[in-house]
């Protein structure tokens, strides 16, 4: 057991865990940060996706101790009141069916209109790898065009 | 647990139907945390009420409060199939009120007051079509009747428009929630009119999913997500392989790991529990297990070698036979005969196996995912050796079902864990323990001849199929049964110990493929028209009076409207279409795909799919279960199979078990649903069966290849 300092979601932390145990774990169960889903556990579907400087990072397979003072984002804490323009768009599309994947969804689309702000379909392509098993991928493309639209990258 | 400030007086019981807010918040809390979330909501949209004021719940689907507020039951499990929304659409629509102003919540398990509250076989809406219109249109005529009385006219004078009864005559008007008193009293209706499919407000309109909100913000809304007092996390170690158990352990390491507190064992699993995930996983590996083998380790390639005899071999039995099939290819110009192979896949429902299990003195807490309640309660209940009324079950939103939920195994499985570890337990299955854990939709293989006569006429038609663990993997009522004089269907069953069961539009999500692929392959050779061959094929049912159990004009309906949206006939250059029709869950849908191959290289650009399903009750869950339908069909036709080796699953995650991504999926999926107001059949599975065809026949016009095995990601 260690104690770490995290930044997540603009707030300090500190937690008190094996320093092998990935984010994710850390999130679910000592933070009861639950919107970060587990799917797999070797970085294959996306479930467990946060940002990390503004990055899509997968979180099932980082290690705590790698996070070290990164500013963390959780799908909690993306926006204050839900209303990211990505979340607008989401909700706008209707993208969820059982919602699971939503949320690692949403942070990748995040996370790429950060770096592309008016990405092409290749561009969405390339960057959003998460698995969604209900198959909304149509509805993911639709509403990433629609958040660059409103100025997704806000 | 929240509990209410005020103290509420004795309730104000004037009718049957009446109920005060303490009884019904109490009712709601009984159920557990699973309710929370319907608790927290309802206690927010019914903020100020004076405890003793009255609620309007002339049943147990509504609830109306003196503000107005107007809270919906959805009774059903929610796996993602969209009944949270659609069920609560059907009371919103007949009780008539504004869906903005509605507040949805789950119901909590009860059979007595919600009948069958399952999620399988595309049955909600359809079960309850009659019954949730029914709830809503009791409530309304009350409410219509209440403010009659209170203005002393005939209820005739009276209608109901979004929320408000108006006196035609007077322009008077009483909001809903001033009635609630009133409308608790008056007797309930025993019969009641429907509203006019065209003045509809809310079915047949788009409704953005409920939860929606709750979803893009990350809340804790599935089972997995479960936190409590005092609870464990559990992971459980399983059998490497089927065939074999568990002979002994040794947990003298794991209990070394910091976080683990409990090690036991039920049955042929050990259970680790810890103080967090990782700890427990930790735990978990570092057992000890030893294991023997208790029946055969069976491999695919047995499966596949011993499917290939079976189909050679006439059945003693045909599941169907019209004329005569043999005599048919026996005096045939020319016989066309192909094999088609289906392979094993697994569920794997994005959120992974998991329940949330507390049992104490002779009474279990459950919570967590399962698409059949009831048989979750009965089956615990059984294991635990307690009556059903001492296991209390909550219903959360679940990530993903597609069947794998209709088995209760992990609701037992954490039970018995919990029992026997004398403590609350939070039981999630890794992935890997997921893959190897499932009991799967079973493989199969087809071998399909067609009789072609001198006059270029398709004469007969003969299938011998074989299937994992399924005794019918060729559906005998299947069109074109009904459409060619002699015609045959022979199953054989290939037993075996590895589980098998129902996995999305079970066994037509495999044999649409194959007899999909056939029919384009005997059109191609008679040089016919695939969308003109299915037509003719369809008028030959129509005078052959033989038994058939689709209907005739709504499979051309959809058929016709297909090649219509598609533009059939026309292509793009270097773009190929392939068409593909089917009938299932009493729904009928024809899929188009659009494909280009370059450079071996597959690019699905488009597909139309026409579908009709009765009224469509939510076009936006509606259409969004058809899209997700075919990804989901394409994505297993094109990359995923399972494979056993001795009795182990090859494919252990996501690496080797591949899903589709986005980069394959079609840009473009356009669904229209024919126009109907026949009651509504099913629409979470009928989607997916027809695409794999679609597609391979567009691969077909596309390259001249016939794909007969999936996943056909292999083969182009
Ligand atoms: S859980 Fe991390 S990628 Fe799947
Ligand atoms: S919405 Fe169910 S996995 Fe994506």
Known sequence: MASFQLNINNKKVTVDVAPDTPLLWVLRDELNLVGTKYGCGVAQCGACTVLINDRAVRSCTLPVSAVRDSKVVTIEGLSENGDHPVQQAWEEVDVPQCGYCQGGQILSAVALLKQKPKPTDEDIDAAMTNICRCGTYVRIRKAIHLASEKGGNG | ?716
């Open chain 2, 1 to 716: 647990m929240k509990t209410l400030t005020k103290q509420p007086t004795a309730p104000k019981q004037t009718g049957a139907s009446a109920i005060s807010r303490r009884n019904f918040l109490r009712v709601s809390a009984l159920t557990g945390g699973g309710m929370m979330l319907g608790f927290e909501m309802l206690a927010k949209a019914i903020p100020e009420v004076a405890a003793d004021e009255v609620l309007f719940t002339p049943n147990a689907y509504l609830v109306i409060d003196p503000k107005g507020i107007v809270t919906l039951m959805a009774p059903n499990p929610e796996i993602g199939q969209g009944v949270k929304t659609a069920l609560p659409m059907l009371l919103a629509e007949e009780l008539d009120v504004d869906w903005k102003k509605v507040v949805v919540t789950q119901a909590p398990f009860d059979a007595v007051k919600y009948g069958n509250q399952s999620a399988g076989g595309s049955g909600a809406v359809r079960s309850r079509w009659e019954s949730a219109r029914k709830a809503g249109a009791i409530a309304r005529h009350m409410l219509v009747a209440a403010a009659a009385q209170t203005w002393n006219v005939p209820v005739e004078e009276c209608y109901t428009e979004t929320g408000f009864v108006i006196h035609k005559p007077s322009g008077r008007k009483l909001n809903y929630g001033e009635l609630t008193e009133k409308a608790s009293a008056m007797p309930v209706p025993e019969k009641v009119t429907f509203k006019d499919p065209k003045d509809y407000k809310i079915i047949g309109k788009r409704i953005p999913n409920v939860d929606n909100k709750a979803i893009i913000t990350g809340k804790p809304l599935y089972g997995i997500d479960t936190r409590r007092e005092g609870m464990f996390f559990t992971l459980v170690a399983r059998p490497p392989a089927f065939g074999k158990k568990l002979k002994s352990y040794d947990d003298s390491e794991t209990l070394k790991v910091p976080g683990v507190k409990k090690v036991v064992r039920w049955d042929n699993v050990v259970a680790v529990l810890a103080t967090n995930t990782w700890a427990a996983w930790k735990g978990r590996d570092a057992l000890k297990l030893v294991y023997e083998d208790d029946s055969p380790l069976e491999s695919t390639a047995d499966h596949e070698a011993a499917f290939k005899k079976l189909i050679q071999h006439k059945a003693d039995k045909p599941a169907r036979e019209d004329g005569n099939a043999e005599q048919a290819l026996a005096g045939a110009k020319k016989v066309i005969e192909s094999v088609y192979e289906v392979p094993v896949v697994s569920h794997a429902p994005m959120e992974p196996i998991n329940f949330f299990a507390h049992y104490k003195d002779g009474s279990c807490e459950l919570y967590g995912p399962t698409q059949v309640p009831g048989r979750a309660r009965a089956d615990v209940a059984k294991a635990l050796g307690i009556p059903e009324d001492k296991v209390t079950l909550g219903l959360p939103r679940q990530g993903g079902g597609f069947g794998r939920k209709l088995r209760t195994d992990n609701a037992v499985e954490a039970a018995m864990i919990s029992k026997i570890a004398e403590a609350p337990i939070q039981m999630m299955w890794t992935r890997e323990d997921d893959m190897q854990g499932d009991f799967y939709r079973p493989s199969s293989m087809f071998r399909y001849r067609a009789a072609i006569d001198e006059n270029n006429e398709l004469t007969g038609w003969y299938v011998i199929a074989a299937g994992l663990n399924n005794g019918r993997p060729a559906i005998a009522e299947n069109f074109p049964a009904g459409s060619i004089s002699n015609f045959r269907v022979d199953n054989h069953n290939l037993s075996s110990n590895i589980p098998t069961g129902p996995w999305r539009a079970p066994t037509h999500n495999s044999v649409a493929f194959a007899e999909q692929c056939f029919i384009d392959e005997i059109a191609h050779e008679l040089k016919k028209d695939p969308v003109a061959f299915r037509l003719e094929l369809l008028e030959k049912a129509k005078s052959l009076g033989l038994k058939i159990n689709y209907n005739i004009p709504k499979f051309r309906g959809v058929i016709e409207k297909a090649a219509e949206m598609s533009n059939w006939g026309k292509n793009t250059p270097g773009r190929f279409k392939g068409f593909s029709a089917y009938f299932s869950f009493s729904t009928y849908v024809a899929e188009v795909a659009e494909v280009s191959v370059v450079n071996g290289k597959l690019k699905v650009h488009k597909v139309w799919a026409a579908v009709d399903c009765g009224q469509v009750v939510n076009l936006s869950g509606a259409e969004n279960q058809v899209e997700g339908a075919i990804i989901d069909g394409l994505g297993h036709a094109w990359h995923t199979k399972l494979t056993f080796d001795k009795g182990a699953v090859v494919e252990k995650n996501f690496q080797t078990y591949k899903f589709m991504r986005l980069q394959d999926a079609p840009p473009e999926i356009e669904v229209k649903f024919i126009e109907s107001h026949d009651s509504p059949t099913g629409l979470g599975e009928p989607g997916l069966p027809p695409i794999a065809a679609a597609v391979c026949n567009a691969i077909f016009a596309a390259t001249g290849k016939r794909i007969r095995k999936l996943p056909f990601g292999e083969e182009i």
